[in-house]
C-alpha cells in the first residue's frame, strides 16, 4: 500500500475532490480509511483536523477525525450507509467551514511571528497551539514583566497594519538548500532529506504543512489577547471574533 498523496498541500482551497480506498481498518479508535490520496488535513502542527464526508452510489462515510501515521493518513469516523471495501472509487467533501476557521488560526499564528520579528524580538518559535480553546504561539526567551503590556500593544498594531494590506499568504514546496536560505529558523524536526512545504507572509518564511487563508484580509478582527512568560518561554495568546453557527 502507497503512502497517501496529500492533495491539501498544494490544493489548500479545494474542498472536493474523488479519491479510491485503499484500505479499511476497525480499531479501538472506530472504523477508519485509508485512500490512495486525500484533501482531508490530519491533525498536526498544532493544527485540529478536518472533517466532512466521504460518499460513492450507495455509501456514505461521516469522518468525524483524520490523523497522519506511517505515511498514511486515516480518515476515522461512522459508516452512515453502505459498506467501504478496497478498490472504491468516492468522492471526498470536506467540512468548509471548519477547515475555513482551522486555516484563520493558523494563518493568525503565523502572522505573529511577523509581529515579533516587526518589533525587533529576538525570540525563535517554539509551539503553536492552533485551535479555537486559546490558541498561542510560544517563543523561546523571556520579555520582562514590565514591557509585556508595551508588546501586546506593538503586537496588535502591527497585526492590524499587515491585515489591513490584505497582503498574499504563499504556500511554497522548497528543496533542502532553499529552506534553509529562505527561512530565518527551521525546526529540527523538518526532514533535510526530502521537499518541505513553506509559508510565506510579507517576506517572512516559515516550514508549515497547514492550511492556510489566501489573504490577510481573511483574518479581520484579530485580538492579541495576552503577552506572558514562564519558565523560559514567552506565550502570545491570540483570537477571533465567534461566527455564529
Known sequence: MSNTSLVYLEEMFNYSTSATIEAVQIDATGTWLVLDRTIFYPQGGGQPSDTGFITANDFRFAVRQVRYADGQVQHIGNIVQGEPTAGLSVML???????????????????????????????????????????????????????????????????????????????????????????????????MDKPSRIVIIDGFAQPCGGTHVLTLGKLAGMRIEKVRAKKGVTRVSYSFPRTVQ
Open 93 to 191: 467533501n470536506v467540512d468548509p467551514a471548519r477547515r475555513e476557521e482551522n486555516s484563520r488560526l493558523q494563518s493568525g499564528g503565523h502572522l505573529i511571528l511577523n509581529a515579533m520579528a516587526n518589533a525587533d524580538q529576538p525570540f525563535v518559535a517554539t509551539k503553536g497551539y492552533h485551535f479555537p480553546d486559546g490558541p498561542y504561539v510560544e517563543f523561546d526567551g523571556i520579555v520582562p514583566e514590565n514591557e509585556r503590556d508595551t508588546l501586546t500593544a506593538q503586537l496588535q498594531t502591527e497585526v492590524d497594519r499587515l491585515i489591513a494590506l490584505d497582503l498574499p499568504v504563499v504556500a511554497r514546496i522548497v528543496r533542502p538548500d532553499e529552506l534553509q536560505s529562505l527561512c530565518r529558523n527551521v525546526p529540527a524536526n523538518v526532514p
